[in-house]
Antibody
Framework: QVQLQESGPGLVKPSQTLSLTCTVSGGSISSGSSYWNWIRQPAGKGLEWIGRIYTSDSTNYTPSLKSRVTMSLDTSTNQFSLRLSSVTAADTAVYYC???????????WGQGTLVTVSS | NFMLTQPHSVSESPGKTITISCTRSSGSIASNYVQWYQQRPGSGPTTVIYDDDQRPSGVPDRFSGSIDSSSNSASLIISGLQTEDEADYYCQSYDSGNSDVVFGGGTKLTVV
């Protein structure tokens, strides 16, 4: 059973870059047809997909965040990462990493990490 | 981009059956698979239905899913409601047109 765990700063200043890492255990990040995703959820609100990475040069980002998002993959550490630039208070949310099938079924989720954007 | 619309909240008594709808605003509901996630307070989402009507191992058969092309909607049906079913439920699909994942706004289920 694959497990995912998010890590990173819980507090980011406005206009700076949010950086999070997801560590995958119980399976290889470079195996099979798994896609590695980031999803966020502001307090009291619904889920928002941020994007996914398949290989180091294969990414898809949601159009509304595409200009500010970068995802990367590190097969040597079995981790993948999210960078979100020029953050504002609207980016305050619980951020989840998740594994998905090619048909976008998110079958494994991390526990989530709260990131607050505040000075 | 299409939207998935869910009722904001539903409520039913233990032992009863409830249906939560998820209506696609444009394009066919059958174009892309629909998933359903359960999220209990303070926890991350878990899958209860994937690929329209498939149940992951470990999910009780009280949970079932379907799609209806006539209403362009998907449904999550929970029978024999239990208090532990109280949670937020989200439907989710994929927009092939712009390679975007779409979540419904979520439905809060109360079992009283």
């Amino acid at each position: 059973q694959v497990q995912l765990q998010e890590s990173g700063p819980g507090l980011v200043k406005p206009s700076q870059t949010l950086s999070l890492t997801c560590t995958v255990s119980g399976g290889s990040i470079s195996s099979g047809s798994s896609y590695w995703n980031w999803i966020r959820q502001p307090a009291g609100k619904g889920l928002e997909w941020i994007g996914r990475i398949y290989t180091s040069d294969s990414t898809n980002y949601t159009p509304s965040l595409k200009s500010r998002v970068t995802m990367s993959l590190d097969t040597s550490t079995n981790q993948f990462s999210l960078r979100l630039s020029s953050v504002t208070a609207a980016d305050t949310a619980v951020y989840y990493c998740a594994r998905a099938s090619p048909r976008y079924w998110f079958d494994s989720w991390g526990q989530g990490t709260l990131v607050t954007v505040s000075s | 981009n299409f939207m998935l619309t869910q009722p904001h909240s539903v409520s039913e008594s233990p032992g009863k059956t409830i249906t939560i709808s998820c209506t696609r605003s444009s394009g066919s509901i059958a174009s892309n698979y629909v998933q359903w996630y359960q999220q209990r307070p303070g926890s991350g989402p878990t899958t209860v239905i994937y690929d329209d009507d498939q149940r992951p191992s470990g999910v009780p058969d009280r949970f079932s899913g379907s799609i209806d092309s006539s209403s362009n909607s998907a449904s999550l049906i929970i029978s024999g409601l239990q208090t532990e079913d109280e949670a937020d439920y989200y439907c989710q699909s994929y927009d092939s047109g712009n390679s975007d994942v779409v979540f419904g706004g979520g439905t809060k289920l109360t079992v009283v």
